[in-house]
């Protein structure tokens, strides 16, 4: 008796093992910034949370995520986290308020890059994007793993723009350094540029001179609310891998399936740097010209045969060292 009852016990694991295995999708997410990154993850309104809600990742440290296949929510970086005297955990960008690691239901306070996902959506395809409409705290990328239909394609917006960041629209760190870029919505609060009263549909709200800042760096990211016919992919059983501060160069490996999307990844005429310091570039890059832009940014164009070598300086502070191939 008791045997048989151990018998039904493992059959029953091994069907648990089965069926959570087959209707569940892994979520890597990798920290390649050269700082600590928080993550937390929200799960959308009426879908349950997953295993964890936040956790730290060192630099150079991975943790892999079972997302139950009907998930849907999203994902974000929190950067500069400490925790205080009476224990209360806050961070300067993507802060969910919780004063704890778990974010346990609350979301990132903009400006903060997402990772917004619907698995098994319409069609049985999974939906993806990465958006910089709440702003943009630090690089991202997303990478579809043995999916099968849809585009399957890599997004996200790897370059780092807290340095090249418009003035007005800049969020500094109380020491100076730059930690965000807010959306033109999160700085103004006009509904032109949140799309929200008589702009709250696609024919009436248009893109800004601000949106297309970020749509021109990362043209594959939700620059503003309607961008969703460049910005929206979609690939049917897939795992994903979600990495930080990606290295171009992965980025570019990864984009098996380039043709899927219309617009490249990042802007390969342009790779910003923060203006003060374009001196750094190394002697491999071979400088066209550099440009400045409303005194703020500096774009260095690049001429010659791959591959670039470049300390991308605007990243100094996250430390991102980045090769163009
Ligand atoms: C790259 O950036 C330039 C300058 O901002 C812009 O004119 C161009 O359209 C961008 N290319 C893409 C593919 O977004
Ligand atoms: C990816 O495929 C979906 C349909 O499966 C389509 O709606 C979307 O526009 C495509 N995305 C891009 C950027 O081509």
């Given at each position: 008796?008791?045997?048989?009852?151990?018998?039904?016990?493992?059959?029953?694991?091994?069907?648990?093992?089965?069926?959570?295995?087959?209707?569940?999708?892994?979520?890597?997410?990798i920290n390649k910034c050269g700082q600590t990154v928080w993550p937390g993850v929200l799960s959308s309104a009426g879908i349950s949370p997953l295993d964890t809600t936040g956790f730290v990742?060192?630099?150079?440290?991975?943790?892999?995520?079972?997302?139950?296949?009907?998930?849907?929510?999203?994902?974000?970086?929190?950067?500069?986290?400490?925790?205080?005297?009476?224990?209360?955990?806050?961070?300067?960008?993507?802060?969910?308020?919780?004063?704890?690691?778990?974010?346990?239901?609350?979301?990132?306070?903009?400006?903060?890059?997402?990772?917004?996902?619907?698995?098994?959506?319409?069609?049985?395809?999974?939906?993806?994007?990465?958006?910089?409409?709440?702003?943009?705290?630090?690089?991202?990328?997303?990478?579809?793993?043995?999916?099968?239909?849809?585009?399957?394609?890599?997004?996200?917006?790897?370059?780092?723009?807290?340095?090249?960041?418009?003035?007005?629209?800049?969020?500094?760190?109380?020491?100076?350094?730059?930690?965000?870029?807010?959306?033109?919505?999160?700085?103004?609060?006009?509904?032109?540029?949140?799309?929200?009263?008589?702009?709250?549909?696609?024919?009436?709200?248009?893109?800004?001179?601000?949106?297309?800042?970020?749509?021109?760096?990362?043209?594959?990211?939700?620059?503003?609310?309607?961008?969703?016919?460049?910005?929206?992919?979609?690939?049917?059983?897939?795992?994903?891998?979600?990495?930080?501060?990606?290295?171009?160069?992965?980025?570019?490996?990864?984009?098996?399936?380039?043709?899927?999307?219309?617009?490249?990844?990042?802007?390969?005429?342009?790779?910003?740097?923060?203006?003060?310091?374009?001196?750094?570039?190394?002697?491999?890059?071979?400088?066209?010209?550099?440009?400045?832009?409303?005194?703020?940014?500096?774009?260095?164009?690049?001429?010659?045969?791959?591959?670039?070598?470049?300390?991308?300086?605007?990243?100094?502070?996250?430390?991102?060292?980045?090769?163009?191939?």
């Open positions: 008796m008791a045997k048989r009852a151990l018998f039904v016990t493992f059959i029953s694991l091994l069907l648990l093992l089965f069926v959570s295995g087959v209707l569940s999708a892994t979520f890597t997410i990742l060192e630099k150079d440290e991975s943790k892999a995520l079972n997302v139950p296949t009907s998930w849907s929510g999203r994902l974000w970086g929190r950067t500069h986290c400490t925790q205080d005297s009476t224990g209360k955990f806050t961070c300067i960008s993507g802060d969910c308020g919780s004063g704890k690691l778990e974010c346990a239901g609350a979301g990132a306070a903009p400006p903060a890059t997402l990772a917004e996902f619907t698995l098994n959506g319409a069609g049985g395809l999974d939906f993806y994007d990465v958006s910089l409409v709440d702003g943009y705290n630090l690089p991202m990328l997303v990478v579809a793993e043995g999916g099968t239909g849809g585009n399957c394609s890599t997004t996200g917006c790897v370059v780092d723009l807290n340095g090249v960041c418009p003035n007005d629209l800049k969020v500094l760190s109380e020491d100076g350094s730059h930690v965000a870029c807010k959306s033109a919505c999160g700085a103004f609060g006009d509904p032109q540029y949140c799309c929200s009263g008589a702009y709250g549909n696609p024919n009436t709200c248009k893109p800004s001179s601000y949106s297309e800042f970020f749509k021109n760096a990362c043209p594959r990211a939700y620059s503003y609310a309607y961008d969703d016919g460049t910005s929206t992919f979609t690939c049917a059983s897939a795992n994903y891998v979600i990495t930080f501060c990606p290295s171009l160069s992965t980025s570019k490996k990864a984009t098996k399936n380039p043709e899927a999307a219309d617009l490249p990844l990042f802007n390969t005429t342009m790779i910003f740097l923060g203006g003060e310091d374009v001196s750094g570039a190394s002697s491999t890059t071979r400088v066209a010209h550099v440009q400045f832009i409303g005194g703020a940014v500096a774009v260095l164009s690049l001429v010659g045969i791959p591959p670039y070598n470049l300390e991308v300086l605007g990243s100094k502070f996250l430390g991102c060292s980045i090769t163009i191939e």
